[in-house]
């Protein structure tokens, strides 16, 4: 998670089995994410930047970083 990468995994459903799909940028310290209530957007921590990072779940693109 310091390297400011986060990856993201898809479900397979012809053997029932999650696989690497790819990897967006972040800040460093990726920790944690959540989701807008329709899926759309994540908002990732990055602790040791101290921002917020703003995906696009459907593109997988970093929209921005937030910081204090």
Known sequence: PMNGKVHYWTMNTST????????FNTNTGAHAIA???DGSV??????????????????????LY???
């Open 42 to 63: 994540g908002y990732v921590t990055n602790q040791e930047s101290g921002s917020v990072s703003i995906i696009n779940t459907m593109t997988k693109a970093c929209l």
């Open 35 to 37: 989701f807008n209530a």
């Open 66 to 68: 937030t910081s204090d």
């Open 16 to 23: 029932n089995l999650f696989e690497h799909e790819g990897v």
